[in-house]
C-alpha cells in the first residue's frame, strides 16, 4: 500500500510506502463473529511473538517456526488464547438450547475453516512434528504456511522440529 504525502521540499507530493501496523485484538472492522475471533486471534499472536510475551521456539512453546510454516501447539494455543481473552470469543447462539461448546474449542474450529491452516496429507488439520534432543517428544499442530504474511523477518526456523513423518523411526 502507498500513501501520497506532501514533500519536504517545495510544493511537490512524494509517494512512499505505507507501514501498517497489525490492528489490535479488539479494533477490528465489522466483519462476521467467526472471522473476528481468527482475526483477533491471529493479531494477538502476531503481536504477542513480536513483542515477546508468547514465547516461541521453545520448551513448552505454543508456537514453533519450522520449514514448513508456523506451528502452533494445539490446544494449548486456543486454552492459552481463551484463557486470557474469552469474554473477545464471539460464541455463537445455539438455536435448539444445548449447552455452548468451550470457547477454546469454538475458536479452533473458526480457525480450521478459516484460509490459514493446511491440511495434513491425511486431510486432519493436525500435524505431528518430532522434536529432537534430550527427552524429545512429538508435538501436535495446526500449521500455518506462507508466516511472511504477519512477520517481517520471519523467526527463524526450530531446527530440533522435524514433520514425524518425514523419516523419524520409533
Same mark, same amino acid.
Given at each position: 500500500?502507498?500513501?501520497?504525502?506532501p514533500s519536504l #521540499?517545495?510544493?511537490?507530493?512524494?509517494?512512499?510506502?505505507?507501514?501498517?501496523? /497489525?490492528?489490535?485484538?479488539?479494533?477490528?472492522?465489522?466483519?462476521?463473529?467467526?472471522?473476528?475471533? #481468527?482475526?483477533?486471534?491471529? /493479531?494477538?499472536?502476531?503481536?504477542?511473538?513480536?513483542?515477546?510475551?508468547?514465547?516461541?521456539?521453545?520448551?513448552?512453546?505454543? #508456537?514453533?517456526?519450522?520449514?514448513?510454516?508456523?506451528?502452533? #501447539?494445539?490446544?494449548?494455543? @486456543?486454552?492459552?488464547?481463551?484463557?486470557? @481473552?474469552?469474554?473477545?470469543?464471539?460464541?455463537?447462539?445455539?438455536?435448539?438450547?444445548?449447552?455452548?461448546?468451550?470457547?477454546?474449542?469454538?475458536?479452533?474450529?473458526?480457525?480450521?475453516?478459516?484460509?490459514?491452516?493446511?491440511?495434513?496429507?491425511?486431510?486432519?488439520?493436525?500435524?505431528?512434528?518430532?522434536v529432537s534432543g534430550?527427552?524429545?517428544?512429538?508435538?501436535?499442530?495446526?500449521?500455518? %504456511?506462507?508466516?511472511?504474511?504477519?512477520?517481517? %523477518?520471519?523467526?527463524? /526456523?526450530?531446527?530440533?522440529?522435524?514433520?514425524?513423518s518425514a523419516g /523419524?523411526?520409533?
Amino acid at each position: 500500500a502507498y500513501e501520497v504525502m506532501p514533500s519536504l #521540499v517545495g510544493s511537490e507530493m512524494c509517494i512512499r510506502d505505507s507501514v501498517r501496523a /497489525a490492528p489490535a485484538p479488539a479494533a477490528l472492522p465489522a466483519m462476521p463473529a467467526r472471522k473476528a475471533n #481468527v482475526e483477533r486471534f491471529m /493479531a494477538w499472536i502476531q503481536s504477542g511473538v513480536s513483542s515477546g510475551s508468547i514465547a516461541y521456539n521453545e520448551a513448552n512453546a505454543a #508456537v514453533h517456526f519450522c520449514e514448513e510454516g508456523m506451528l502452533l #501447539v494445539s490446544p494449548k494455543i @486456543f486454552k492459552d488464547y481463551a484463557d486470557n @481473552f474469552e469474554a473477545r470469543i464471539d460464541m455463537p447462539t445455539s438455536t435448539d438450547g444445548a449447552p455452548s461448546k468451550e470457547p477454546w474449542r469454538v475458536l479452533q474450529q473458526q480457525f480450521q475453516k478459516s484460509e490459514y491452516p493446511q491440511k495434513s496429507g491425511s486431510g486432519s488439520f493436525l500435524h505431528r512434528y518430532n522434536v529432537s534432543g534430550p527427552g524429545g517428544k512429538q508435538l501436535t499442530g495446526i500449521l500455518i %504456511p506462507g508466516p511472511e504474511r504477519f512477520f517481517q %523477518p520471519v523467526p527463524a /526456523a526450530n531446527q530440533l522440529l522435524k514433520p514425524a513423518s518425514a523419516g /523419524a523411526s520409533a
